[in-house]
């Protein structure tokens, strides 16, 4: 699976982005699909995942409320919507594909995109 992410970009504090991974793979809407932020100095860490019919949403506490992540099977795109942005939410943001239901660990997923660098300024 190769995953394309996209979206990223600098933006003031309390603004908002949206961010697109697209996907190679056909069998798209058979995988959970999975954001990951990592923060300079800092291990890559979960931030949303969505279950393959997008039923399930699971989200890391520090972005509940703010981040709401959908899927599209049509156009094999996940989407990341993130609003109300603090400076701490800075980060390269990661796709990622999993045959887990809705995993919060970065080794429970397989396939990743290149990331894409959100920038928040305050």
């Known amino acids: 699976v190769q995953l394309q992410a996209f979206g990223g970009g600098l933006v003031q504090a309390g603004g908002s982005l949206r961010l697109s991974c697209v996907a190679s793979?056909?069998?798209?809407?058979?995988?959970?699909m999975g954001w990951f932020r990592q923060a300079p100095g800092k291990e890559r860490a979960f931030v949303a995942a969505?279950?393959?019919?997008?039923?399930?949403?699971a989200y890391a506490d520090s972005v509940k409320g703010r981040f709401t992540i959908s899927r599209d099977a049509a156009r094999k795109t996940v989407y990341l919507q993130m609003n109300s942005l603090k400076p701490e939410d800075t980060a390269v943001y990661y796709c990622?594909?999993?045959?887990?239901?809705?995993?919060?660990?970065?080794?429970?997923?397989?396939?990743w995109g290149q990331g894409t660098l959100v920038t928040v300024s305050s």
């Open positions: 969505i279950s393959r019919g997008g039923g399930g949403t």
């Open positions: 793979e056909r069998t798209f809407s058979t995988l959970t």
């Open positions: 990622a594909s999993s045959n887990r239901f809705l995993p919060t660990q970065r080794e429970q997923y397989e396939f």
